[in-house]
Structures are given as C-alpha cells and as structure tokens.
C-alpha cells in the first residue's frame, strides 16, 4: 500500500520591536515556507515557535522567558516541538538563554537569519541545542526569501547596522557597523514589490540618511528618494529612521519635489536639553534640530513630524525635563514614542551616575505624555474639514447600524477611520483608496463621517489575490492588521 506523506511542520514567528525586526520577521517566515514548513493556522499549537527578539525595549528579557515558559510544559508533552530564540536579545545573551531556558533548540543572532532551517535539521537530528552567533554581517538578508505580511504595502532594506555611539543604545554592538546596499539593488526589489501589486514601501535602516556611507556617496539617500520617484506605479514611499546630525538639506529637496514621496518625517528627539544630549552623545543640539523641521515646513507644509523621546536619562534635571517640554511644544509633532529611561548593561549610560528616582521619572513621564497628547490633539484638530486621500488598511471591519467602519491612512501616516454606509459605494478592499472628509480628530486618529469617492487598485486586487477572502459590506473579514498598521511596531528602527 501507498504510505500518506507525512504533513509538513508547521511553524509560528512571534516579533517583538522595531520596523527592522518584523521585517527580519517575514524572511524568517520566507525561509521557513522555502524549507518546506507551514504557517500553522488561527490558535493552532505549531511545531516551530520562532521568538525575533529586541534587546532594546525595558523589560525585553523578562518578557522573552516569561514567554518560554509558558511553552516549557507544550513542549515537555511534545518533545519534537522545537523552540528558536532569534534577534537581538539572542545577539546579546548568546551564552545564558539554553542555560535559563534549556528546553530551547536553537539560537541564532541577528547576522544569522539565513541559518535557521539548517540549525532546526540539525538540532532535530543531533538531539542538542544549536547557538550560532555570527559578529558581523556576511549575507545581506534582503537576499534571502521572504513571506511578506502585506500585498501592497512592503518594508525594503536601505542598509543594516550603525556608526553611531550614542551611550544609551545597544544596537551598534548587536547589529554591527552599517552595511549599505547599492542602490541598483534596492530599486530592483522596489520594482519587483511593484510589479507583484505593492504601492508604498517604506525604506528601512539604522540611520537611512547615512545611506552611502559604505560607497562614499553623501547624497545617495536623496538620489534614492527621487529614483523612487520614477517607478511607475509606486504610489507612496516613507523612510525611517533619520538621524538628525546627518540630515540634510537635499533631503529635504528631495522629499519636496519627488511626488510620490509622502510628507511625512519620523526624526528622533530623545532630549531637549542641550546637556543631555551631549551627554547621550547625540552629536547635534536643540537649535539643529529645531532648524532641521523649520525647513522642513517651509518646503512641505503639510508634513507631519514624529519623534522619539527619553524621559529620566541619568542626571536628567528638572531644569533637562522643562526643555525637553519646550521642543515638544514648539516642534508641534503630530505624536511621539515615549520611554522611561532604563539601563542597558553594556551601553555606557547603564554605569552613569544621578539615577532619577522612580517617583520623579513617573511624574516626568506623566507631564510628557500630556504636553505631547495636547500638541497632537491641536495638531489633528487643524485637519478637520479636509479632504485626504487613504489607503484603506488591512483590519476586520465594526459595523454600526447601516454603516460599516474601516481605516486607512493619510499621506501624512495618521490614522483615519471612516464610515462607509452599506452599499452605498463599490466595496473597498485594503489597498483600495478612498478619499474623505476629516469631521473629528482625536490626538491618536481622525475620523470621517464622509466618504467623497473610492477607487479600487491594483495593490487591492493584490491582496484579494493573495487572500482569496470574501468581501462582504466592503471588507475582507477577520484578516489580521498588517502592512500598514492600525497599530506601530513597538518602536521605530532606533535612531
């Protein structure tokens, strides 16, 4: 008799961090799905959990091993269930995570992404845990495969690594020094995405506007924003993140006159106070900074700007605080990453003196989060009665009565949901467009009661494609929120 081939395996990758870790996330995925694993499906237990770490965020490990134990009585019932701890917590803890955890297979670090369905063999068919940790990057990873989450919105790697040595930031130690692809490369994945039904991408590094340092081109970014420009059929494209010392001005040019190019700039504060960051080694000041968005402005004025910001850095003052308010208020950003200040070891700042005490750092990250909530409320509230284009984003639809909500984003990157009523329009799809009427804006999204038009794409044939999933009242029910995200990754690549 005929012997039933055995099902694949299956597999589950759980992210954790920025913008670059869910991307290294889908070529984790891609590579699995090359090896012949499968997605496993809803709440099914998979036969491969896959944990893409960050060693950035408070609290990463604990986190991490909070989340390993939970698996340790699933897999003690199913032994050939296999556990990998990537990223860059795995980069850092390379030598204690199989010891606090020995139920783990394998682990692998950030410059050995290419790796992993070869160390699952290997840990399967030796019986041991596998470590590999590579110090420097030897394959770029945009060459390897990948399973993107999105069919018309995609994360394209500029470069990897940093030069930068900013003393709160573990990032350089764990991702190496920057790595820059030529620019031929990264307009040919462009114009692959394109071809499959994508319409944004966002371009991806460390420190984007240092791009070209590796082939000593200062304006290679710039050049690389307008060669966007040229790609038939790219509708949107956003950068992140850009590091303030090296902004400049041709940037600015670029993003102007490139039209496709979209008024939006995330650019990392982390302190107003001048002493601060001298102290962050941040290499510019409050006034670059501040000249940096003013000519912004002036050039695109309806850009929205994003930040990020410390609270409590060892020997924050008050007087530190006040200033940092200051930026926030004259900046206007339209909303901003928060942090309480806590230590990395292996960074200098984790060994500073004029630890903030816990209370006072509360109540300093309290009076932030307001002053920064009240700037992005005046800022959305300048939106209403405006008419913005969307992207309609990827979501299960809320319905209300005869109307059905669903969510997009502007140009500018806010969030807008809006009302569609049933069957008034044809039926959008994510990566559909529609066009609207701001009516409300809160600090966080805006809100349209009115939809002017649709306009159905091809990024939304796309995604019908890719899903096969009914459309019923204008969506594409019980899909999860990827690509455009109604919610941001936990940080922006740290800058």
Known sequence: MPTT???PRTYQVRTYGCQMNVHDSERLSGLLEDAGYTAAPGDEQADVVVFNTCAVRENADNKLYGNLSHLAPVKAKNPAMQIAVGGCLAQKDRATITERAPYVDVVFGTHN???????????????EAQ???????????STLPTKRDSAYAAWVSVSVGCNNTC??????????????????????EIQALVAEGVSEVTLLGQNVNAYGVEFGDRQAFSKL???CGSIEGLDRVRFTSPHPAEFT????EAMAETPNVMPQLHMPLQSGSDRLLRMMRRSYRRDKYLGIIERVRAAIPEAAITTDIIVGFPGETEEDHLATMDVVREARFAGAFTFQYSKRPGTPAATMPGEVPADVLRDRYDRLVTVVNDVAWTESKALVGRTVELMVSEGEGRKD?????LSGRGPDNRLVHFSVPDASLEPVRPGDVATVEITYAAPHHLVADRVLATRRTRSGDAWERRTSAPVVAGVGLGMPTVGVPARLPEAPACT
Not at 114 to 127: F, I, K, M, T, Y
Not at 167 to 181: M, N, Q, S, Y
Not at 401 to 405: D, E, F, K, V
């Open 5 to 7: 081939p055995a099902a």
């Open 225 to 227: 924003l307008r060669s």
């Open 113 to 127: 992404i290419g790796s992993l369905p070869a160390l699952l063999d290997r840990a399967r068919s030796q019986q």
């Open 131 to 141: 470590v590999e940790i590579l110090e420097s990057l030897e394959v770029f990873p």
């Open 249 to 252: 001005d041709d940037v600015i």
């Open 167 to 188: 003393t709160f930031c573990i990032v350089p130690a764990l991702r190496g020094k920057e790595k820059d692809r030529r620019p031929g490369d990264v307009l040919a």
């Open 401 to 405: 009565a005869a109307t059905l909500r």
